[in-house]
């Protein structure tokens, strides 16, 4: 007869090997913290000038500079899904691929096809709903930290890719149609975030749907951010190199991404609320 206490260690050491699995699926995406929210803006403000760098400065133009930013996505996206572990710099390569496709996507439905900063903004908001729903009618729930499974993963990453390219239109229209400029477009989306941040701390709302929101609105406060830094003084820009900044802003989020990867360096960080 087996004795109850001798396999104590075995059911411990086979609870922590799962455990330990589990984690490694998890691990695929980062903690939600306040370095997350740091990088991605980062992400998204050389997705900006990297975008216009090579569709304007180096005059790709839009749907060029679209294709190649689409393979790149492609490629990183298949480096992501195949690992088997969150690594840093895969997952925010794919980041980077999604700004940068967004941005000259944005530009090539608004200013190619004409239709416009409102009704780009409107067919892209309607995508990004519909993703949400039918990852939700798919799974069950919207998961935004916990991608364990390849379906929630390829759910997760079409809809970065779809609010990213949302998120330059609507930079566009706050800044060009309502009129605001870059900079007030950038004082606008700063002044939607701090809402999202005190509905995280003060209601109940899901978290799922306030990191959604903040993940769309960091979009467009890169976008203006990129903008002001490199449009000209005329249009109320510093009128810097769009290379340069772009190499800068994208030295600056390797250091980040550097400092905060250790996952015992948590100063900067703080999870959301489950």
């Not at 609870?15 to 691990?27: A, F, K, P, V």
């Not at 990004?128 to 379906?151: C, D, H, P």
């Not at 979009?219 to 510093?238: Q, S």
């Amino acid at each position: 007869m087996t004795n109850p206490d001798q396999n104590e260690p075995q059911m411990a050491l086979s609870r922590r090997s799962s455990q330990h699995r589990n984690d490694d699926l998890i691990s695929k995406v980062p903690q939600v913290t306040v370095a997350f929210w740091i990088i991605k803006i980062l992400a998204t403000t050389v997705g900006e000038t990297g975008g216009d760098a090579l569709s304007m400065s180096l005059q790709f133009g839009y749907a060029v500079s679209s294709l190649i930013f689409l393979a790149f996505f492609c490629v990183t996206l298949t480096i992501q899904v195949k690992s088997k572990h969150y690594h840093p710099f895969t997952y925010w390569s794919v980041v980077i691929a999604t700004t940068t496709v967004g941005t000259t996507m944005s530009d090539f439905l608004d200013r190619t096809l004409k239709f416009g900063y409102v009704l780009s903004s409107i067919i892209l908001f309607c995508g990004v709903l519909a993703i949400l729903l039918a990852w939700y009618r798919t799974t069950g729930k919207i998961e935004f930290e916990n991608i364990s499974t390849r379906q929630n993963e390829i759910f997760y990453w079409v809809t970065i890719l779809v609010s990213n390219t949302l998120g330059t239109a609507l930079g566009d229209f706050v800044a060009t149609d309502v009129g605001l400029g870059f900079g007030g477009g950038a004082i606008v989306f700063s002044g939607l975030l701090v809402i999202v941040i005190l509905a995280h701390f003060f209601t109940n709302i899901k978290a799922s749907l306030l990191f959604w929101s903040a993940y769309i609105l960091t979009r467009p406060l890169g976008a203006t951010l990129g903008d002001t830094i490199t449009k000209p003084h005329a249009e109320g820009g510093f009128e810097l190199n769009r290379i340069t900044a772009s190499l800068t802003i994208l030295a600056l989020m390797i250091i980040a991404i550097v400092l905060t990867s250790n996952k015992t360096k948590r100063v900067l960080g703080f999870r959301v609320r489950a």
